[in-house]
């Protein structure tokens, strides 16, 4: 089996996608000529041609307002936002139409568009490459949000993405675009969406995380197991709407206690949904507070960004206090 | 039907044309304007200094110590030019590519390598890369998200005019913003109110890997400017006295009530986007050599020899002056400590509310830790 990086496995994706299905087609700035900036889109245009992988002029709005319509008329758009931190120019068409038209046509038209961006930070970004603005998509009825942390799920959920009857906004974290290779099949599979994996098997405190911060978290459970033999379980959320609560409420009926590591800011942050959802409906499970590892609530800064970021020492802390209760 | 407002709007010459006063060897064409040596021996230098700076910069970051930039070579004559049309009290809402309007603004080196380098001094105190600007000096920093900045400047322009204010606001974006919405809107609004405001486009052929043709289907952009009522000029962007006299008629259109003006400035982007971008993968060497031809610096040298405002040696000189000073100005700014921690939980309100002290003593305790257990992150 080919041992590939992420872009290597969305781009194979990408082509497997397009290559089966005619109606595939991939639009945004610098996706074709340039391949994308991350080269996710490489090669597509020598492929399938100018009219399937489609460069655009600068507009976010344009790209998937317009992504929109294609998907009305009965394309499957693979919209690029070329960094997440410039979708707001779009947010209206997201917002207001690509969420909404099934339920406003009452089931009549869908969106089956899928709008994939690099998103998060690690790469000294600054305040516009870094964001993790996962929980305005969340928050939006009609969205399922996607946010893969391996190249295997990485191709696995962008295929699922790409045939799902309903609009999926799927956010790629950069930082981890080339770092993490493994062994990813050379044919078709879906990784379903909605569905969490199991990382890590452990007895005593869940973390629930994903995207990048599925490997900050196994080095802070590598850590406290060395340093006071606590064993962590940890569970990549992947999906992060619809998301599945029932392999969280599965890992609390063995750890009872429960933290959640993202990096978007922690004020009704994702974090708070999946806190308050076990605390609502599961608080017999628990056997103390539940503890949340956060981006800081500022906008993501260009200094000292492994600090603003949850790190191996801000998970220790959680995971001490959650223990330690 | 009559055609409301007036005829002059729609004066599509301009729009279409091409504003020159040196051609790309330096000659003088037709109607040069009479303009005092000092000035002319100013844009000179401030094209200089830009174009050090420049190379600094990009050095910097290839040496890890810049997180990124985006060139301006190439590009020194429309933001040297455009801002000699403004007096002091004037407001300037740049992009990220026009490091000669800061320094026309008085930004010095040293200030502009602070930011860069994210020192102790950094004025911005560690915010986003490749953005500058300084309140002193009236230069409101800029967005990284293209073409946000354009209705700011209207904003501002229309907040002078209600103030009674003889203010005029110019800002900066390049072909690429033309697409998005905030360049709509903010034209718009221009036109409708009669907004003092000069819009400044550094059409630079690229955005990216998107060429101008691909950006948009009409025959220029200052074009754009004429169906939102807002006059539309269309100048030799690598001409820094051509940039210069188009945009003072601009600037004195606005100060004296007529509203705005669109400035289309074509020029051409030398270098990479930004130091993360590869134009190999997207454009010929053969254009960029054309290009490298016509680059602003070179001409105007040849234009002041000729006019013989300038020696050979006086040029060597200048150019040797301010190598050293700028040089002298990278190896302070590098001894410089940096920003401590606490800075990224600082200035997101006036006071911080609650859960940001909570951060802070969490970002306080994790340093601690990290120490404690001789974690390195960075």
């Known amino acids: 089996m080919p041992v590939m990086n992420m872009v290597q496995a969305l781009n194979q994706a990408l082509r497997e996608e397009m290559a089966r299905d005619p109606r595939v087609v991939v639009l945004g700035e610098d996706v074709g000529r340039r391949g994308g900036v991350f080269l996710v889109t490489e090669g597509l245009i020598d492929e399938f041609g100018e009219m399937r992988v489609i460069d655009t002029p600068l507009s976010e709005m344009g790209i998937i307002g317009v992504a929109i319509g294609m998907a009305l008329y009965g394309l499957r758009p693979v919209a690029e936002i070329q960094f997440i931190d410039f979708v707001y120019e779009a947010f209206d068409q997201i917002v207001s139409n690509m969420a909404k038209i099934r339920y406003r046509t009452g089931g009549m038209y869908s969106v089956p568009m899928v709008l994939r961006s690099p998103c998060c930070g690690g790469i000294r970004g600054g305040m516009h490459h870094s964001q993790s603005p996962e929980a305005y998509f969340m928050h939006t009825a009609g969205l399922i949000t996607v946010m893969p942390s391996t190249p295997y799920d990485a191709k696995g959920l962008l295929k699922a993405s790409i045939r799902s009857n309903d609009p999926v906004i799927f956010l790629e974290p950069k930082s981890i675009y080339r770092t993490i290779k493994e062994e990813v099949p050379d044919r078709d599979y879906t990784v379903p969406l909605g569905k969490a994996r199991l990382v890590r098997e452990g007895n005593d405190v869940t973390i629930v995380t994903w995207g990048a911060m599925v490997y900050q978290s196994l080095e802070a459970a590598k850590l406290v197991e060395e340093k006071h033999g606590w064993s962590v379980e940890v569970i990549d959320l992947r999906t992060l709407f619809p998301y599945d609560k029932d392999a969280i409420i599965e890992s609390l009926e063995k750890t009872e206690r429960l933290v959640i590591v993202h990096e978007a800011p922690k004020t009704a942050g994702p974090g708070a949904e999946i806190a308050a959802y076990i605390a609502e409906n599961h608080i017999e499970l628990l056997r103390g507070p539940i503890a949340r590892v956060t981006g800081f609530d500022t906008p993501f800064p260009l200094v000292h960004e492994k600090l603003y970021m949850p790190n191996i020492a801000r998970i220790y802390m959680a995971l001490k206090k959650v223990m330690q209760y | ?378």
């Open chain 2, 1 to 378: 039907m009559e055609v409301l407002g007036s005829r002059d709007i729609l004066n599509l010459d301009r729009a279409l044309g091409l504003y020159r006063v040196i051609d790309e060897d330096g000659n003088p064409v037709a109607g040069e304007p009479s303009l005092p040596d000092k000035l002319l021996l100013d844009m000179y230098t401030y094209m200089i200094r830009a174009r050090i700076l420049d190379g600094w910069l990009l050095k910097l970051q290839r040496m890890g110590r810049v997180a990124l930039h985006a060139p301006n070579k190439g590009q020194e004559a429309s933001a040297v030019g455009a801002t000699l049309a403004l007096k002091r009290e004037d407001w300037l809402f740049p992009s990220y590519r026009e490091l000669g309007a800061l320094l026309v603004r008085g930004m010095t080196e040293e200030e502009i390598l602070d930011r860069a380098l994210t020192t102790i001094d950094d004025p911005l105190k560690g915010s986003d890369f490749a953005i500058y600007g300084h309140r002193k000096y009236n230069i409101v920093p800029a967005p990284v998200p293209v073409a946000n900045q354009i209705p700011h400047a209207v904003g501002a322009a229309l907040a002078a005019k209600i103030m009674g204010d003889k203010i005029v606001t110019m800002t900066f974006f390049g072909d690429g913003s033309t697409s998005r919405g905030d360049f709509h809107a903010g034209l718009n609004f221009a036109g409708v109110f009669k907004a003092p405001v000069v819009f400044v486009n550094q059409n630079n052929q690229w955005a990216i890997s998107v060429p101008l043709k691909r950006q948009t289907a009409a025959p220029t952009i200052a074009v754009k400017g004429i169906a939102y009522g807002v006059p539309g000029i269309r100048v030799d962007g690598n001409d820094v006295i051509a940039v210069y006299t188009v945009a003072r008629e601009a600037v004195e259109r606005a100060r004296s009530g007529e509203g705005p003006t669109l400035i289309e400035a074509v020029t051409y982007r030398l270098g990479p986007h930004t130091t993360a971008d590869d134009p190999t993968r997207y454009r010929g060497e053969e254009e960029v050599k054309e290009w490298e031809r016509r680059e602003p610096l070179r001409r105007m040298r040849r234009y002041l020899i000729s006019r013989g405002l300038l020696t050979e040696e006086e040029d060597k000189a200048l150019w040797s002056e301010w190598e050293k000073r700028i040089e002298e100005t990278v190896v302070k700014v590098l001894e410089k400590p940096p920003l401590p921690p606490e800075v990224i939980l600082e200035d997101v309100y006036e006071e911080p509310p609650w859960n940001l002290k909570e951060q802070m003593k969490e970002l306080r305790e994790s340093i601690r830790l990290l120490k404690e257990l001789g974690i390195e992150l960075e």
